[in-house]
């Protein structure tokens, strides 16, 4: 099954809007990634905020983890038309902190219109 | 270039057919992931190997088989027992430290297109 849960589905904005996507999973973590991946193509890393951190950011990236909630959310500021593409949370709920691979939830569909 | 590949980009199979996908890295990683991804859908794991010459089970492991002779290489087959195996397959290496196991993030390829005809 899913362990994360990305809402919502599929989010259309203009460029130069904020975009915030969200995440739920269902069982404790060592840590949350967010990844990126363009239509058609590998997946790429974004961001890794570990169980004891609440908010990290990079560059125009802002990810805030609420572990009591067992959800996260990833900001995107001042989005641009090369952000389409579609974002997926990814959480290492195996005792292995992710060595066994991650649990990846569906993701959301961001379109940037220009 | 320091990277992860996977070859072929597109894949064609006769039903009954045993195929196999090939994923390459040269970041000096110890684990390596097979995952499949459907449309519209997030990444499940197949198979996965924290060291040469093991490998385990991940959650959909029936109809595929792995091997890891080598730590740079970790080639996914595709048996005729997979039923429904078309699907875009994507290879991803972390670096694992045997005794640290933390905050791995993947590296992943540019995957492989399977269609069966």
């Known amino acids: 099954s899913q362990q994360g849960e990305e809402d919502p589905q599929a989010l259309s904005i203009q460029e130069g809007e904020n975009a915030t996507m969200n995440c739920s999973y269902k069982t404790s973590i060592n840590n949350l990634q967010w990844y990126r991946q363009n239509s058609g193509r590998g997946l790429v890393h974004l961001i890794l905020i570990r169980s004891n951190e609440r908010e990290k950011h990079s560059g125009r990236l802002r990810v805030t983890l609420d572990t009591s909630k067992k959800s996260s959310s990833l900001l995107i500021t001042a989005s641009r038309a090369a952000d389409t593409a579609s974002y997926f949370c990814a959480t290492d709920s195996r005792s292995g902190g992710g060595a066994d691979g991650l649990t990846f939830g569906k993701g959301t569909h961001l379109i940037i219109q220009p | 270039d320091g990277g992860i590949t996977q070859s072929p980009k597109y894949l064609f199979r006769k039903e009954g057919q045993n195929v196999t996908l090939s994923c390459e890295q040269n970041l000096n990683h110890d684990a390596m992931y097979w995952y499949r991804q459907d449309p519209g859908q997030g990444l499940r794991l197949i198979y996965y190997s924290q ?10 492991a029936e109809g595929y088989s792995v091997s890891r002779e080598k730590k740079e290489s970790f080639p996914l087959t595709v048996t005729s027992a997979q039923k429904n195996p078309t699907a875009f397959y994507l290879c991803a290496s972390s ?10 993030e993947q590296f992943f390829g540019p995957g492989t297109r399977l269609t069966v005809l």
């Open chain 2, 51 to 60: 060291i040469v010459n093991d490998f385990q089970k991940g959650d959909i």
């Open chain 2, 95 to 104: 670096a694992f430290p045997l005794r640290t196991v933390r905050y791995n």
